[in-house]
């Protein structure tokens, strides 16, 4: 069996007391794709923070390769790619001068980071976008940067906040291939969606969050076999809603006068 490269455990995080993230457990070896699926609100978001080390937790830990992150945070920020969910950051570069900073901070010499920037721009169809700053980017264009800068450095844990949010068709569907083509390659993938369709298209393994408790956890197969039970516990939120009520009323409010 492959090598466990993230554990978590009992992780924890209370805003003002009352939980976003409780007692999560997971672990994603060497070859897995983990899907982490859960509604608006659930928790996912602080997971991925705290996975990438930026938010410190409540209670509970994240161990890379058996060691908890917080030993050595910067060694472990080196071997991991992380794309938020929202990049308000750096938005006056460019995407070229983006890349160029990642690279610069990673350490990587100048032929190299170029060459790489310039490959995967190309192929994701900014290239000639890269002299543009990516304040006037779509949400597309700066999910497509983001994941370049991530690549960069060849990370063997890609850390994805909603990778597939605001794509377009064919970067959807290159994205799909490539996570597929990097877990075949002996990356570990870990990603969030609310999403159920689009988890099971690409992961090998399912969490799936309830506000902010884990309510499934499995390998895609397993979970398939108990399809019912999971669409079940995923969905149970959306059914207590009455859509056609809410959306009748607020017409009827529209039409007011
Ligand atoms: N910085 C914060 N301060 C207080 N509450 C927060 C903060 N960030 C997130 N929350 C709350 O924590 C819960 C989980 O949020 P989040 O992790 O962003 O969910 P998701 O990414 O699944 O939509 C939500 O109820 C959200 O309002
Ligand atoms: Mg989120």
Redesign the pocket.
């Given at each position: 069996m492959a090598e466990t490269v993230l554990e978590v455990r009992n992780l924890t995080?209370n805003?003002?007391g009352?939980p976003?993230?409780n007692a999560v457990n997971f672990s994603i070896r060497a070859g897995e794709v983990l899907g982490y699926l859960?509604?608006?609100?659930?928790?996912?978001?602080?997971?991925?923070?705290m996975l990438a080390g930026l938010l410190e937790p409540t209670s509970g830990e994240v161990c890379f390769h058996g060691a908890d992150i917080r030993k050595d945070l910067a060694a472990y920020k080196r071997r991991v790619g992380y794309v938020p969910?929202e990049s308000h950051l750096y938005s006056f570069l460019t995407g070229w001068e983006y890349l160029d900073l990642v690279g610069t901070l990673r350490g990587m010499p100048l032929a190299v980071r170029e060459d790489k920037s310039a490959r995967m721009l190309e192929e994701l169809s900014l290239f000639r976008h890269r002299h543009t700053a990516i304040a006037a980017y779509s949400k597309g264009m700066r999910q497509r940067i983001m994941l370049i800068a991530a690549l960069l450095d060849d990370p063997e844990l890609l850390i994805l906040?909603?990778p597939f949010s605001g794509l377009d068709v064919v970067s959807a569907l290159v994205m799909r291939r490539l996570l597929n083509l990097l877990a075949a390659n002996g990356k570990a993938i870990f990603f969030?969606s609310?999403v159920l369709e689009t988890v099971e298209k690409v992961c090998t393994h399912l969490v799936v969050?309830r506000q902010?408790e884990l309510v499934a956890s499995g390998s895609m197969q397993q979970i398939l076999a108990s399809r019912s039970e999971l669409a079940e516990s995923f969905f149970q939120l959306t059914e207590q809603v009455d859509a056609d009520g809410i959306a009748g009323r607020i017409l009827s409010a529209i039409a007011a006068r």
């Open positions: 995080k805003y003002a009352l976003a993230v859960g509604h608006n609100g659930a928790g996912k978001s602080t997971t991925v923070k969910e906040d909603e969030c609310p969050l902010g």
